[in-house]
């Protein structure tokens, strides 16, 4: 873990009140924060590439029984 999201914890643990936590992760913050760690850069989920969402629409045909469950023909 990192210095940075370290002190988002403990701020917070401080907004709800919990410094019994927050004494708890200040005893083990030699233990858990990596000065080495550079967390993973991550894409967004919905920036598409030119080659994504290029789905053609598709005609289906279906079937719904006594009960309203649907199937497909």
Do not use: H, Q
Request: hydrophobic share 35%.
């Amino acid at each position: 873990m990192d210095n940075i999201s370290f002190e988002e914890i403990i701020s917070t643990l401080a907004k709800c009140g919990r410094a019994d936590l927050i004494a708890e992760m200040n005893e083990v913050k030699t233990k858990i924060i990596d000065e080495d760690y550079k967390p993973p850069i991550r894409m967004r989920a919905d920036s598409l590439s030119d080659t994504e969402g290029s789905a053609d629409e598709e005609d289906i045909e279906i079937n719904i029984d006594d009960n309203g469950f649907y199937s497909l023909k």
